[in-house]
């Protein structure tokens, strides 16, 4: 099963493609789709439509599994990364890709086994599942492949 994972911004949309077969799973692809902050809102999504259009159709998911807004301290931030996050959602659904979401408290529950884990307990299970020592250098790459990861474990 192919899995792309997502973790949703205005600025910073981070992937990552998991090939999952038994217990193993291994990284196909990872990356960031990044807006420029000088262009209006609607250039922005746009943006974010044409590259995530652009993941879905060169690898061909089986389905996807998007971050969920569950809290934000920055009220300023929520509103353009949820119009971000609908404008991925529409995405995936042109694509016929089926969608499953996840909490950040969920997505740490599941990789650590306790769900207020810290972002380097994250970062060291997510290594420990692809069997590496080097990760995407962007958090926001990481956070897409750990999104990826908890929907392998938790769809059993």
Known sequence: MKI????????????????VKDDFIELEASGSIQTDKNLSDSKRL???????????????????SVEELFFFKNQK???PV??????????LEKFNIPIFSYTP??????L???????????ERMVK?????????????????????ICHSRARI
Not at 4 to 19: E, K, R, S, T
Not at 47 to 55: G, K, L
Not at 105 to 110: A, D, S
Not at 112 to 122: D, F, Q, S
């Open 4 to 19: 792309l994972g997502i973790d949703p911004g205005m600025a910073i949309v981070g992937y990552g493609i998991i090939n």
């Open 46 to 64: 746009l943006e974010i439509y044409n590259d995530m259009a652009t993941v879905v159709n060169k690898y061909k998911p089986d389905c996807a």
């Open 77 to 79: 931030t929520v509103i």
């Open 82 to 91: 949820a119009e971000a996050r609908g404008v991925i959602l529409t995405v």
């Open 105 to 110: 408290m969920e997505v740490k529950q599941v």
């Open 112 to 122: 650590t086994g306790y769900g207020r884990a810290e972002k380097k307990e994250v």
């Open 128 to 148: 420990i599942a692809l069997g590496t020592q080097d990760l995407p250098k962007l958090d926001d790459t990481v956070d897409a492949i750990a999104i990826a």
